[in-house]
């Protein structure tokens, strides 16, 4: 069988595969919202044939760009993601989404639906670049673009590039999303530290403090900012489970 090259880095894909298969899917229904070349869908199906079951009949796939899915063990469905999933209300019992948030122009509107097709109980799993890191933050502040977010493209065919990085949201307005629908249970996970903003976090704390002092007793102003939660890398995890 091809081995299928993911498109997300392979710690944020890691990670995923650890939420999702932390316990027992046996006979559990998991959905896979942009797909991609099926790298997560061959990964999750490869995992449900050796736990004996069949990945056919456990998971489903779906992407804007459906011929690109090279996963033969399940069929990927074409899907827009405009304002609507066209699954039933509690139709599945997991869903993920791989750095697919940031490319639609509905964020919220895709959580709710996320909250409407996943089943009482049910896991809920979205990845998107942590736009709060410190390497993303001086990017915004020097070249008024956060880290993986640019100049967006109008070409349908790059809404799943870079270019079609569209939408950059903070866990704050992620944490608001779920918890507006009714999720609970909402957790934050990273993939990885972020090594450039490691080392610009140890820089300012050595550096920045002295100066901040410094300048507050000068100009007798604001004390000095706390630096936290600042080197954590790109990618967080938000699962939550639904009430009910």
Do not use: W
Not at 2 to 14: E, F, G, L, V
Not at 22 to 30: C, D, E, F, H, L
Not at 52 to 64: K, S, V
Not at 116 to 126: C, H
């Amino acid at each position: 069988m091809k081995k299928i090259k993911p498109a997300s880095h392979t710690t944020t894909n890691q990670r995923v595969f650890e939420l999702i298969t932390n316990g027992n899917i046996a006979n559990k229904r998991i959905l896979d919202i942009g797909a991609g070349s099926g790298y997560m869908a061959q990964k999750i199906g490869n995992y449900i044939h050796e736990q004996g079951g069949r990945p056919d009949e456990q998971l489903t796939a779906c992407d804007l760009f459906p011929e690109y899915f090279e996963y033969d063990g399940v069929k990927c469905e074409k899907l827009t993601f405009l304002t609507s999933l066209p699954y039933p209300d509690n139709s599945f019992d997991i869903i993920y989404a791989i750095e697919v948030i940031e490319h639609l122009r509905s964020p919220y509107d895709f959580i709710k639906e996320t909250y409407r097709v996943v089943s009482p109980g049910g896991k809920v799993i979205i990845t998107t670049p942590n736009i709060l890191n410190l390497t993303s933050r001086l990017s915004f502040l020097f070249k008024g673009f956060f880290t993986l977010f640019g100049p967006v493209s109008l070409d349908d065919r790059d809404a799943g590039r870079l270019a079609g990085h569209i939408m950059p949201l903070s866990c704050y307005y992620l944490d608001y999303g779920f918890r507006k629908e009714g999720f609970s249970q909402i957790e934050l996970n990273i993939d990885r530290v972020k090594k450039s903003s490691l080392f610009i976090y140890i820089l300012l704390f050595t550096f920045g403090s002295p100066i901040a002092r410094i300048s507050s007793v000068v100009l007798s102003s604001e004390s000095p900012h706390a630096i936290t939660n600042s080197s954590t890398r790109g990618s967080i995890d938000r699962i939550a489970s639904t009430t009910g």
